[in-house]
């Protein structure tokens, strides 16, 4: 119908994406699924209010295939785009110097560019729907670097900064823009090894004694901060303290960082 609210979601077939789906069509809006794995992407649909999806099989560096999936939902959700929610994402982790080619264009690729690619086929429709919002996903890495996550800190500082530019650019249009960053979250991103050692990136944050926070938590969260008129939203103790720390205690701070905990 086209009076829902709608929110097209990449990365929507797990971890974030899968959870703020399921809590944003829980509350009757109609959402958009994108993701590049198409088999899990209909194992979540299975989990929405029936109707109340698509979905969209897509990359997000490939911005023909943007302008295809958004011109697909936006028949769906009767023109409107109330909330783009950019959160498709991989992680890599280890030493920098021990980091390949492929894994520097992979990330650079997706959880940079493809978020650049997201907000800019999202325009037109963003700004055509009154109190629409940019969502998009970083990190508690890009508060402050960590050993072991340069690549990483790169791309969700990049996101961040991007994130801060919009909604200041943005605001003209009635666009709200926001920068999610959480603390580490029990996803399939935590799958990948960590480059130079045999420990996946959950293993590694299981080893420094850091909390995961549920996924609902952040789901709820992300909505609550979409309301507020704040362009970040932390989410999670560890994000909090970093924050604390990077503002308060910064030579504290770097030390640690020093001393790799999480690498």
């Given amino acids: 119908m086209a009076g829902e609210k ?31 794995n198409a088999a899990r992407l209909e194992a979540t649909r299975a989990m929405l209010p029936a109707d109340m999806a698509t979905t969209h099989v897509m990359d997000v560096r490939n911005r023909d ?8 939902f936006a028949e769906a959700s009767g ?8 959160n498709a994402g991989i992680a890599v982790g280890g030493p920098f110097a021990q980091a390949s080619d492929d894994e520097i264009d992979r990330i650079v690729g997706i959880n940079l560019v493809g978020v650049i690619n997201g907000a800019r086929a ?10 629409s919002a940019l969502v998009n996903t970083a990190s508690a890495a890009a508060i402050y670097g960590s050993s072991g996550l340069a690549l990483y800190a790169a791309v ?20 709200k823009v926001r920068v999610v960053m959480p603390s580490f979250i029990d996803t399939p991103l935590l799958d990948s090894t960590v480059s130079g050692t045999n420990r996946t990136a959950r293993e590694s944050v299981q080893a420094a004694g850091l909390e ?7 789901a709820e969260e992300i909505w609550s901060g ?14 909090r303290r970093l924050a604390f720390a990077a503002r308060w205690m910064p030579k504290a701070l770097r030390k640690e960082m020093r001393r790799g905990a999480i690498a």
Wanted: no cysteine; glycine share 14%.
């Fill in 122 to 131: 999202a325009y037109p429709l963003l700004k055509a729907t009154p109190g």
């Fill in 156 to 175: 969700k500082f990049g996101v961040r900064g991007f994130s801060e530019a919009l909604d200041a650019e943005w605001a003209l249009d009635g666009i």
């Fill in 6 to 36: 709608a929110i097209f979601i990449t990365g929507g077939a797990s971890g974030i994406g899968q959870a703020v789906a399921k809590l944003f069509a829980s509350r009757g809006w109609r959402v958009g699924l994108a993701d590049v």
């Fill in 212 to 218: 995961f926070t549920p996924l609902e938590q952040v």
């Fill in 65 to 72: 295939q943007w302008q295809g999936a958004l011109a697909a």
């Fill in 79 to 86: 023109g409107r785009l109330d909330v783009l929610f950019n």
């Fill in 226 to 239: 979409i309301a507020r008129d704040k362009v970040h939203v932390i989410i999670g103790k560890t994000a």
